[in-house]
Structure formats: C-alpha cells, structure tokens
C-alpha cells in the first residue's frame, strides 16, 4: 500500500505542469462553487429570516380554506388554552392568534378600503409588536417653525429637516438616519429636532375597543388621536359589521403599501364587531430555527393538538408558494450552473487521463509483462487520480474558509434600490455568506464523482490490457 | 535439470490477410545455467518465440512447460504470478518504472513477491553492485546512459531468482561498447546465479559470446549448436 501511494504520488508529479493546470482547474471550480452557494444559501437564509419572521410566521394555523378564500367565515374557534398548549411545544418561539378582513374605513367625507388585523396585544409584542412601531416623532410645519424659533439650528440642517416634510418616524434612529446628517450636525442639532418634532401617541389596552389607524391611512382619512372611524365590512354568516372606533394611536408600518391601509384593534373589539364570538382567522407560530426538520416536527405536533380536521397548521412555504418557488427556482438555476462549471471540468481532468493512457500504455505492459496484477495497477491509477482531484479539492475548499468566515460576520452592504427597499421594510441592507453546511460538503463528494467517472476509462483499458500488445508501444 | 521444454510449438498469425507461420514446430529444452542466443533474420520469429516461451502469448497448438508447469492450464492472473516468481523480462527498452530511482526499480519486483524488507535491501545492493552501478543507487532512470538502464533491468530480472531470463534484443538500442559490457555482465551474472538466460540477436559479437546458438528462419529451428556445455 505504502509502495503503491510512493508510484502514484510520483506519478501524479510526471507532467507537472499538465497536473497543475488540471488541478488548478478544480481548485477554481471548487473555490467558486462554494463561494458562489454560499452567498445564494446566505440571501435566501437572509431573506426567509427578515420575511417570515415579521410577517407569516414559520407555521400558521388556518382553517383549511382559509388560505384559498380569506373570509371571516373561514376562521375557526380559539382559545388561550390551545395557544398555551402550543407554546409549550420544544422550539416554539411565540404563539400569536389574529382575526383579519378587509373592511371600508371612512371618516368624515373620505372613505378607504382598510386591512383590519385584530391581535391579542400581549401575545403579539413576540411577534410584530406593534407598540414599536408607534409615531413618536413627525416633522409638521408647527415643528419647523418651533425648530426656526428655537435659534440654535444651521439653515443647512434646517433645509436637510424641511425636506422630509410630513414625515413620521416610530424611532429616534430612524429619524437620524433619513435626515442624513453630518456627525457633526447630529451632535449640534438632534436633540432640538427630537424635542421640536415629537408626538403623544396611544396604544391598546388588553380589551380596548379602540384602534391603531396606520400613519398614511390616518392622513388619508383626516383622524388624528381622539377622532372616531367608522368601519363597514361583513361579518361572520354574512351579517354585515358596522361599528364606529376611536382612534387610539398611530403607527408608522416600514412598508408604504402596509403604511396606506392598515388598521388594528383587540380580538374582543373585532370578535363582537364581525359577530364572531370566539373566532379567529389565523394562529402565527414562530420558532428557534427554520431547518426543514424543526419545522416538520412542530407542525406535526400542533396538528396532534388540533381536534377539529378542518383547522390544521400550515409552513411558511405553504402561506408563501410564490416566494418559495421563486427561491427554489432560483437556487435550481445556480445550480444548474455549477452543474455546467463542473461538467466543462470534468473533460478537463478527461482529458488529463486520457493522454496519460496513451503515454503509459507501454509502460502498463512491462509492467504486467513482469508480474504485477491488474488488479494493483489498477489500485495506483485510481489512487493518482483521487490525488489530481483531491489536490484542488482541498485547496478549493480551504482557501474559501476564510472568506466565508469573514462575509459571515461582516457581510456586505447592499447600496441603491435594492438596499432602500430593504431597509423600508426594517431589514438590514447586508447579503452574509451562509455557515458551512451540506453544501460545502457535496463539493468533495462531486470532485470525487467526477474523479471516479473519469478513472473508469483508464481501468477498463487495464482491465483489457494485452501484454504484446502494449509492449509493442 | 530442464528448466523449460517446448513441445510441437506453432503460433500462426490469422489476422493479416495471408498466413503467417510465425513459429513452426519448434521442439526444444533448455537446462539451468544456460546462455543461449537465440539469432535469425528479421521477421523469422524470434520475438514472437520468446514471447510464448515467457507466457506473453498463447501458441496456436504445442505445449510450453516451465519447471512441470503448462503454461496454457494457467489462468490469466496465475499467468501473471506465474511470470514473477519464475521469468525474468529484459526488453529492447523502456524497461524501467520512470518515477522509481534504480535502487527502487529492482526493489519494486520483490516488493511484489512480498520479501522481507532488509534482504529486499541487501540484495538490490548486491545486484546493482554486480551489474556496475552501484554509485548509480539512486538516480532516476531518465539519468542513467542507455547502457546503464539494461543493466537495471538485468539487476532486476535477476532480483525475483526466475527459473530463466528472457531478454528480446536487449543490445539493440546500444552502441558496441555497452552492448559488449551488458553481454559480459550477463554471462558473469549466468556463471555465478546459474539462472539460465536466453537472449535473441542479430549482432554477430554478441552472438559470438553465446553458449548455444539457436537459428531461427521462416519460424524453424534450423541449427542448434551448442558450444560449450554448462558448468
Ligand atoms: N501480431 C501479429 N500479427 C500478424 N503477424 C505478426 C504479428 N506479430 C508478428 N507477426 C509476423 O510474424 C513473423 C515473425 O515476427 P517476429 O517474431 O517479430 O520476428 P523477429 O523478432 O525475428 O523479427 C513476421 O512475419 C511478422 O510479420
Ligand atoms: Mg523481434
């Protein structure tokens, strides 16, 4: 054996520059492969995490036509104790019950359609909390002119501060960020424009019949804090809802779209309202990790505690067929391009074996010729070739460790469109690598594939190898 | 002793389109300590003579028998072991296993016959002092003159104690010097191991050192002298 790796190690370093030319071409295919599936694995882990852990949810239970057809008479009975039972479930991260419809919001002369998504207050600070989001800071007229009367203030900050007229932020932060200011300005300026642009705002008590009005939808309908809406939609059975609610507070939603028409109020306002005593449309379930099998297990379990077949659990790529297939279609197409990449290397080492049978065919028969088994040759081609593949293999592979390593903890930032759109919805505007998983891995294992592939050409000529035959060269 | 008999051997190429009659009932033994030149123009055979005697190739009928054994009862692999534990191979060139040093190269075959490491040792050192190069140890083959790698290959012919050693035109490639010193190694080495050897040729020195001369012509054994009879 030890002879045997001697023969094939030195054989390997016959044709240096034909093996390292070959063996580059693997280190290459390797390095960007991985690289390549980390970045892709890395967005969509980015993206998964950001979309459904604010939105969906990992798992909701639903009504069976709930999803097909989201009406008020497709919700199904709830009870804490069916969420308390959930929640005991291992990786269960937050149980939040919602009733939402859609239902016409008017006030004054001004009507809209709104998105009324009633929540238990205290189950939902684990998930969306909306408390949050609530308008804390909004640049008025009547803030610019206290800032212009407060002195202190440099026209150019003034102009930066004018520019985001009507605008409302839910945090300090925010309101810094989109301002734009020097590090210099901020230190000056920002505690006068906190103190000059800030607003009371309200939140929901546990059974409060009031309502949060999203901040455009607000100014659409022209209600501020103390104001009424009335909201007409249709109720459980076809009934139809009617009901007039004070506005408790607003809030600022990331989204514009979100920002145009939502609404939220308690489950006991939006129960007694549709006259759906005891009903809700859906149960968000949020958990510790999203691998397949935490989510498999989790679902599983909570059906077991579902009594009624019509209410069942649903995975987040089930509530979201669209987004999952567009991130299986796109993993499947950089994929298939890997498959390529790895396709036009492996007539590359092909290539490689092939002219090393034709420059050793001689050299098989005297060697055969003066005793050695096939079955020994055969072993020291094979082991030279699983050393040409494992050469940039293991090159590959190393060398794009420390990349991952540090596009993990300091991903990139993403700039333009892309990057506001991201950051308008609350996420962070970076794109990380993903950890070292399966798919580093399954590198090894295609080189070694492709390696066992291309080996078979030279067996099989060894294995029908004529001693005359190839002495004769 | 008989070391090999040869026993109605005829080997007839079908595949060209006219016949050839390559070896025509040959008949003949050959005995330990033998140093037998087997001669004859060009196409007249030898190659293929020594390539069924050394169990490369099947005759078309005749039987080849090695120390009891017939070689046409033998399957393919036990053919292969066959040939290591009882021929010896020199050929016209590229003897020698490129990536291994001398030392290695007549290592190499006992390494194939499983011998303990040190007499393994001992003896490439014995060998390759024998056959000249023992300052040559470690040199690749591709460092060594012509001359010099059939003496490696004469070392390690030697190497695995065959029965016999089949040498094709081992002086073919080299000039009359080196032929003349590879042809004094070999007898010196018959002398001493009393290993039979058996070399084709067609170079008149060379013949001319030869213990029994063996013409070929057409695939016949047209003489067979022997000139002096083993010691
Ligand atoms: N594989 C083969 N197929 C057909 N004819 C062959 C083959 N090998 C050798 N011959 C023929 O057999 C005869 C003897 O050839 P060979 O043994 O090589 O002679 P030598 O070694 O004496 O020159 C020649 O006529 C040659 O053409
Ligand atoms: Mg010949």
Redesign the interface.
């Known amino acids: 054996m030890k002879?045997e790796f001697k023969?094939a190690w030195?054989?390997l370093w016959?044709n240096r520059r034909r093996t390292i030319i070959t063996s580059a071409s693997v280190f290459f295919a390797v390095f960007f492969a991985v690289i390549m599936r980390s970045y892709q694995l890395g967005s969509y882990d980015h993206m998964i995490n950001n979309f459904i852990e604010s939105f969906t949810g990992y798992l909701q239970v639903q009504n069976v036509k709930y999803q097909d057809n989201p009406l008020i008479d497709n919700s199904f009975d709830y009870s804490d104790s069916i969420a308390s039972a959930i929640s005991e479930i291992n990786k269960v991260v937050s149980v939040s019950p919602h009733l939402e419809s859609f239902t016409l919001a008017s006030s004054g002369t001004q009507t809209k359609g709104a998105a009324v998504i009633a929540i238990d207050t205290e189950k939902e600070k684990n998930f969306s909390d909306p408390e949050s989001k609530l308008v804390k800071y909004r640049i008025t007229d009547e803030a610019i002119r206290r800032l212009k009367d407060a002195g202190a203030i440099s026209d150019n900050v003034l102009e930066k501060v004018k520019k985001n007229l009507g605008r409302s932020y839910s945090s300090s932060a925010r309101l810094e960020l989109e301002l734009g200011l020097t590090d210099e300005e901020k230190e000056l300026c920002m505690p006068e424009i906190l103190k000059c642009s800030e607003v009371s705002n309200g939140f929901l008590a546990n059974d409060d019949e009031g309502i949060l009005v999203s901040d455009r939808l607000a100014s659409y309908l022209k209600v501020a804090i103390g104001d009424s809406v009335i909201l007409m939609g249709q109720g459980y059975h076809g009934v139809s809802a009617t009901g007039i609610f004070p506005v408790r507070g607003i809030i600022k939603m990331p989204s514009p779209e979100i920002d145009n028409k939502l609404i939220i109020m308690t489950i006991p306002a939006a129960q007694k309202f549709y006259d759906a005593e005891g009903k809700i449309t859906s149960l968000v379930v949020n958990l510790t990790d999203k691998s397949d099998r935490t989510i498999k297990t989790a679902k599983a379990r909570i059906n077991s505690l579902l009594p009624d077949k019509n209410t069942i659990a649903k995975t987040w790529y089930e509530l979201n067929p669209i987004l999952y297939q567009q991130i299986q279609g796109d993993s499947q197409s950089g994929a298939a391009m890997l498959a390529l990449l790895y396709f036009i290397i492996f007539f590359g080492i092909f290539g490689t074996v092939l002219m090393m049978v034709s420059e050793r065919k001689?050299?098989f028969g005297?060697?055969?010729?003066?005793?050695?088994?096939?079955?020994?040759l055969k072993r020291i081609i094979t082991m030279e070739m699983l050393l040409l593949g494992a050469i940039g293999l293991v090159c590959g592979l190393l060398a794009s460790v420390p990349l991952i390593l540090y596009f993990y903890y300091y991903p990139i930032m993403l700039k333009g469109e892309l990057a506001n759109m991201m950051e308008d919805w609350g996420w962070d505007a970076v794109m990380p690598t993903a950890w070292f998983g399966p798919y580093f891995y399954w590198q090894a294992v295609i080189v070694v594939l492709m390696v066992v592939l291309a080996t078979i050409y030279p067996l099989r000529k060894i294995g029908k190898l004529k001693?005359?035959e190839a002495?004769k060269? | 002793m008989k070391v090999l008999e040869l026993k109605n051997v005829n080997k007839i190429y079908n595949s060209t389109e006219v016949k050839v009659h390559a070896v025509n009932d040959v008949t003949m033994d050959f005995v330990e300590a033998e140093f037998a030149a087997i001669v004859g123009p060009s196409g007249s055979g030898k190659t293929t003579l020594l390539n069924l005697i050394g169990g490369l190739d099947m005759p078309t009928s005749g039987e080849i028998i090695i120390g009891g054994t017939n070689l046409s009862k033998l399957k393919p692999s036990q053919l292969i072991d066959f040939r290591l534990n009882n021929i010896g191979f020199v050929f016209q060139s590229y003897n020698l296993i490129p990536v291994l040093t001398a030392k290695e190269n007549v290592e190499f075959i006992m390494t194939l016959q499983k011998w303990p490491e040190k007499e393994r040792d001992e003896r490439t050192f014995e060998l390759l002092w024998a056959v000249g190069l023992g300052d040559r140890i470690n040199s690749r083959p591709t460092k060594l003159s012509g001359g010099q790698q059939q003496r490696v290959a004469v070392a390690r012919a030697l190497a695995s104690k065959p029965k016999f050693i089949l040498a094709d035109e081992p002086t073919a490639n080299l000039d009359s010097k080196a032929a003349t010193t590879l042809l004094e190694i070999m007898e010196k080495l018959n002398h001493e191991s009393k290993i039979t050897f058996i070399f084709s040729t067609h170079d008149p020195r060379v013949v001319k050192m030869a213990h029994r001369v063996i013409t070929l012509e057409d695939g016949k054994v047209i003489s067979d002298d022997i000139r002096e009879l083993p010691a």
Do not use: S, Y
């Open positions: 002879e023969i030195r054989n016959r001689r050299e005297v060697l055969v010729a003066i005793g050695m088994q096939k079955k020994k001693e005359i002495l060269g």
